[in-house]
């Protein structure tokens, strides 16, 4: 079976947009996964269509109906019971490379967007809907985040990826950033490509990339660089040197 994304939307219109291109779009129209996106308007049963109403204890701005938006849940679980089901919102669990791959294992997955100022608590809760951020900042809706969750699982997809090794040395694959690339000419308007990657010494040129990456996420990442070394960051703040060091 290939796998599977249903995403919740007030805007349909907005899919596939940049998943109907490059690797993600080929593999679409390849049938190597499937997508469709569902009116979440759809499942209002008022005349208005109705899907939203102010917040309880008072406050700015509107909440998605409990009621709506667990039938437009159970509709696309209904398609594929066996996919999990993620809302995107800033205070979720920041979005990773595990959870990505997870995702990307499974059969595919139910992606709730929000819109106004959120979703009732009750049906995230009564439908254990994972919530997920993709990062500490606010977007006008879950739509932009819903094409990052799910352009980075098809990658991971079999067949996807023109070169399978290419996921292996990525950015967070192994704990850490990736290396710095590099391509001809050889020098380019005073910058020469480090001589190592030239040499054609296998060994050395692995050894060059895996201190670089590091490098790079001592540098840029300490956080990251502490997971991978916890032990190194407990004994630096013992005796005061910086943790990432």
Not at 67 to 77: I, K, R
Not at 114 to 141: H, K, M, P, T, W
Not at 223 to 243: C, F, K, Q, S, V
Request: contains cysteine.
């Amino acid at each position: 079976m290939n796998w599977h994304a249903s995403v919740l939307t007030l805007f349909p219109e907005m899919f596939p947009g940049p998943l109907g291109h490059s690797l993600a779009g080929k593999a679409l129209r390849e049938s190597r996964w499937a997508l469709d996106a569902i009116d979440i308007r759809g499942f209002a049963t008022d005349r208005h269509r109705s899907v939203d109403d102010t917040p309880c204890g008072g406050g700015a701005g509107m909440v998605l109906r409990p009621d709506v938006v667990d039938a437009a849940v159970g509709a696309a679980l209904a398609a594929g019971p066996d996919r999990p089901a993620v809302v995107l919102t800033p205070r979720g669990t920041p979005l990773d490379q595990s959870t990505v791959r997870r995702l990307a294992e499974g059969a595919g997955v139910v992606v709730l967007c929000g819109r106004f100022e959120g979703i009732d608590q009750r049906v995230i809760e009564a439908r254990n809907l994972q919530e997920i951020s993709i990062g500490d900042y606010v977007l006008s809706g879950g739509e932009p985040a819903a094409m990052v969750l799910l352009d980075a699982c098809v990658r991971l997809l079999p067949g996807v990826m023109g070169a399978a090794d290419s996921a292996v040395e990525e950015s967070f694959s192994g704990g850490l950033l990736e290396y710095p690339h590099y391509t001809r000419p050889a020098e380019w308007n005073g910058r020469a490509v480090p001589p190592v990657l030239l040499s054609g010494h296998h060994a050395e040129i692995a050894r060059w990339r895996r201190a670089e990456a590091e490098r790079i996420t001592r540098e840029r990442r300490p956080d990251l660089w502490a997971r991978l070394h916890p032990n190194a960051a407990e004994a630096g703040a013992m005796d005061g040197r910086p943790a990432a060091a």
